[in-house]
């Protein structure tokens, strides 16, 4: 639980599939693999000024390596990549999609919703309350940008 009982499930459920997998390895191979994996973890949650440009070269790097070069199991492209957002410290998640992928499944955008999704749990309920924060159609697409 964090601040604001706000917690991120799908940031939660990958840290216990991860834990669960890693054990599965022999030691000598997950302790290499751990060290790895929290190397580009790293990469990906680490806190930079705006207006450094290069800090993120390593999670750009990781990011299009995973988006272009890694398959599924059963030799699917990856499609997106989920990863907790920094900037409201692991709360929520961000998503990076092929740009391909997005114009396929919302060909036309239309409109933009974003919602908080809050946990207060009660007696007489399951405990999650959302609030819509704010709406848009608005887009600039050539540079791929919501216009909120």
Sequence with gaps: MRRNNVVNDFYLSS?????RLIKQLPSNIARVSD???QFI????IKVLDDDDESGYF???????FMLNEFETNDGKP????VYPSVA????????AIKPQVFDRIYPKPFLVEEFLVDAVPTIESCGYQTQK????SNFDIKNGKILW
């Excluded at 840290?15 to 834990?19: A, G, L």
């Excluded at 973890?41 to 990906?44: H, I, L, M, P, S």
């Excluded at 990856?78 to 990549?81: K, N, S």
């Excluded at 924060?133 to 848009?136: F, I, K, P, V």
């Design 88 to 95: 409201e410290n692991g709360e929520f998640s961000n998503i």
């Design 58 to 64: 390593f999670s750009a790097y990781f990011g299009s």
């Design 133 to 136: 924060l704010g709406e848009t």
């Design 41 to 44: 973890a790293d990469a990906f």
């Design 15 to 19: 840290i216990n599939n991860y834990n």
């Design 78 to 81: 990856i499609d997106a990549i």
């Design 35 to 37: 060290e790895l994996i």
